[in-house]
């Protein structure tokens, strides 16, 4: 078992729709999802899951964004 890393913050934002449809990401939610896992999994980053914000799809707004930092 591995150490949490206690006073590590994260904020992960993935955009992947858009207002324009050809303009959408469909792939950044995959990538995104990758990157909270890499941050959270307890043999890797071991960041406590409590300490990392993740805002994906439409969750990731201005606001959301601004309040969240």
Same mark, same amino acid.
């Given at each position: 078992?591995? $150490?949490?890393?206690? =006073?590590? !913050? @994260? *904020?992960?934002?993935?955009?992947?729709?858009?207002?324009? /449809?050809? *303009? @959408?990401? /469909?792939?950044?939610?995959?990538? &995104?999802?990758?990157? !909270?896992?890499?941050? &959270?999994? /307890?043999?890797?980053?071991? !960041? $406590? /899951?409590? $300490?990392?914000?993740?805002? =994906?799809?439409?969750?990731?707004?201005?606001? $959301?964004?601004?309040? @969240? *930092?």
């Amino acid at each position: 078992m591995s $150490n949490i890393f206690e =006073h590590g !913050y @994260a *904020l992960v934002i993935g955009v992947d729709g858009n207002q324009i /449809p050809r *303009l @959408a990401l /469909p792939a950044v939610a995959k990538d &995104v999802q990758a990157v !909270y896992d890499v941050l &959270v999994h /307890p043999e890797r980053c071991a !960041y $406590n /899951p409590d $300490n990392v914000k993740f805002l =994906h799809g439409e969750e990731s707004t201005r606001q $959301n964004i601004m309040e @969240a *930092l």
